[in-house]
Structure formats: structure tokens, C-alpha cells
């Protein structure tokens, strides 16, 4: 099984709601990644969990709130989003090291309204 | 730091015509790099990397890249494209901070019929 596992697909939430988004992979990887993407432009990093705790958050909002309940899963809450984090939401896993790829879910395209 | 720099936004290319991607790096650490493809709609998927070793490393679908050391490079070519390569192409290195991935601005190659 080499597949990253993202639920739902899309998702359409008011700026008041509260969601979240999910991440499964059951390739033994010990490193899950949280991406964002707009339109056109490379993944952008938000957070990285290492061996189940939060190694990297590149400055994301408090709005955004990853968990890692365990080896296999990976959760994004989302509360009182913007119009402007609207994006496909990215995630991944790999192992811990730096000479290996990352593999990479679907992705989860979010509308904020 | 790693940085990675892609060269053109976007190739438009007849089908069946050969197509180079161009990629330029930077590393003060040493060097693990990686071509990833992603189709309209989707997550990102590995084409190919290079860690050691040969400097030219192939896919299996047709696609090569080349490290060259000298002129800080990792250009992706393919000999003869199909409408079905139409994607964005996206060149990364390895940061030397832990796991984290450097992807270039990507590459949007368009085949045409």
C-alpha cells in the first residue's frame, strides 16, 4: 500500500464553521506534512510531525490546528477560516530522513465562504 | 539554505516533440533532489530523484533527469512527449533543516495535438 489517504475531498465551510480534514497512510512512514496550495503556485509547508509529535509550523495561524493521533493519521481542525485560505490542502508522509520522497494524498480543495 | 530556481513557467510543446524542464539549485549541504509531477486536480507524485551515485536517473515513463554538480542543475528531459504529459512539473531539494522539501515555482508543460 503506497497510498496517502485524504478525506473529504472537497469541502465548502462558512467562516464561522468548524472542520477538519484527514490524513491517513499505512506505509510505516514516521514523518506526516501538512501543505497548502493555491492556484498555480508549489506547495507551501505548514506543518511537519515527527514520529507523532509537531516538529515544524511555519508561522500558520492559530486558525489551523494539526493533530497526530497516531503513526497512521494526520488531522487539520479548521475554525474561523478567511475567504483567503481558500487552497487545496495537501497531505504527506515519508520518512524521517532527507534522502527520501514524499508521497502525497489527493488532496482536500477547500471553498471558504 | 536550499533554494531551487525553475527556469520557465510554462513549455508549450507539439506532441511527439522532445521538451527540456530547467532546473537550478543551491545546497550548503549535500544534495537530494527530485522531480515531482502533478496532474490537474491531484496530489503531487515522484517522477524521479537523484541521491548518489549515476547523475543521470530515468523514469518509467520516459522521462530522465541529469545532476550535474558543476552548473548546479537538474534538468528534466523526455524525447518525444504525449498529450498525456500535460502537467505541472515541480523540481525540489532536500532542506538541510530535518526532512523538509524545497520545491521550485513549477513548470506547466502543455502538450498540443
Known amino acids: 500500500d503506497t497510498e496517502v489517504t485524504q478525506t473529504p475531498k472537497h469541502l465548502v465551510m462558512g467562516m464561522t464553521n468548524k472542520k477538519s480534514l484527514k490524513c491517513e497512510q499505512h506505509?510505516?512512514?514516521?514523518?506526516m506534512y501538512w501543505y497548502k496550495q493555491k492556484a498555480k503556485k508549489p506547495p507551501e509547508l505548514m506543518f511537519v510531525?515527527?514520529?507523532?509529535?509537531?516538529?515544524i509550523n511555519e508561522s500558520v495561524p492559530s486558525r489551523f490546528s494539526p493533530e497526530c493521533p497516531n503513526s497512521s493519521l494526520l488531522n487539520l481542525h479548521l475554525h474561523a477560516l478567511q475567504p483567503e485560505d481558500s487552497a487545496l490542502y495537501l497531505c504527506?508522509?515519508?520518512?524521517?530522513?532527507?534522502?527520501?520522497?514524499?508521497?502525497f494524498g489527493q488532496g482536500t480543495r477547500l471553498t471558504v465562504v | 539554505a536550499q533554494s531551487v530556481t525553475q527556469l520557465d513557467s510554462q513549455v508549450p510543446v507539439f506532441e511527439e516533440a522532445p521538451v527540456e524542464l530547467r532546473c537550478n539549485y543551491s545546497?550548503?549541504?549535500?544534495?537530494?533532489l527530485f522531480w515531482y509531477v502533478q496532474y490537474p486536480n491531484q496530489g503531487l507524485q515522484l517522477l524521479l530523484k537523484?541521491?548518489?551515485?549515476?547523475?543521470l536517473v530515468k523514469s518509467i515513463n520516459g522521462f530522465e533527469a541529469e545532476f550535474n554538480k558543476s552548473q548546479t542543475s537538474f534538468h528534466l528531459r523526455k524525447p518525444s512527449v504525449h498529450i498525456s504529459d500535460t502537467a505541472e512539473y515541480f523540481c525540489?531539494?532536500?532542506?538541510?533543516?530535518?526532512?523538509?522539501?524545497?520545491f521550485g515555482a513549477g513548470t506547466r508543460l502543455f502538450v498540443k495535438a
Open positions: 545546497s550548503s549541504v549535500s544534495v537530494y
Open positions: 506505509m510505516g512512514h514516521r514523518a
Open positions: 510531525y515527527s514520529y507523532e509529535k509537531l516538529s
Open positions: 537523484y541521491l548518489s551515485g549515476s547523475t
Open positions: 525540489a531539494v532536500s532542506g538541510s533543516g530535518g526532512f523538509k522539501t524545497i
Open positions: 504527506a508522509s515519508s520518512q524521517p530522513t532527507r534522502d527520501t520522497e514524499a508521497f
